[in-house]
């Protein structure tokens, strides 16, 4: 099992920009697939982005342009960073691991995080 914390959520004013950090209680994520998940109240959970652990990468189209995930941080870490957010994006932030390829199905994922909101203010 591995624990998942999220930090770096936050309200910020649409259009503006916010990094969200997925840190591992285990030493490193290789080996594992880290996707994040977002969920609005009332909405479903989604997939927002993942990222393997050779570095493959997987987007929702709804933020294709603007989020970017990426684990250059160090071996325990996964960011992502959330460019030109709009209030649509306002949700709860969840990052999850698994040991396969990227999944958008998020009852594929292992172990996830507490969560982090994200707020975009109009």
């Known amino acids: 099992q591995v624990q998942l914390v999220e930090s770096g959520g936050g309200l910020v004013q649409a259009g503006g920009s916010l990094r969200l950090t997925c840190a591992a209680s285990r030493r490193t994520f290789s080996g594992y697939t880290v996707g994040w998940f977002r969920q609005a109240p009332g909405k479903e959970r989604e997939f927002v982005a993942g990222i393997t652990w050779n570095g493959g990468t997987l987007y929702a189209d709804s933020v294709n342009d603007r989020f970017t995930i990426s684990r250059a941080r160090a071996e325990n870490m996964v960011d992502l960073q959330m460019n030109r957010l709009k209030p649509g994006d306002t949700a709860a932030y969840y990052c999850?691991?698994?040991?396969?390829?990227?999944?958008?199905?998020?009852?594929?994922?292992?172990?996830w995080g507490q969560g982090t909101q994200v707020t975009v203010s109009s």
């Open positions: 999850a691991v698994r040991s396969g390829p990227n999944s958008v199905d998020w009852t594929r994922y292992d172990d």
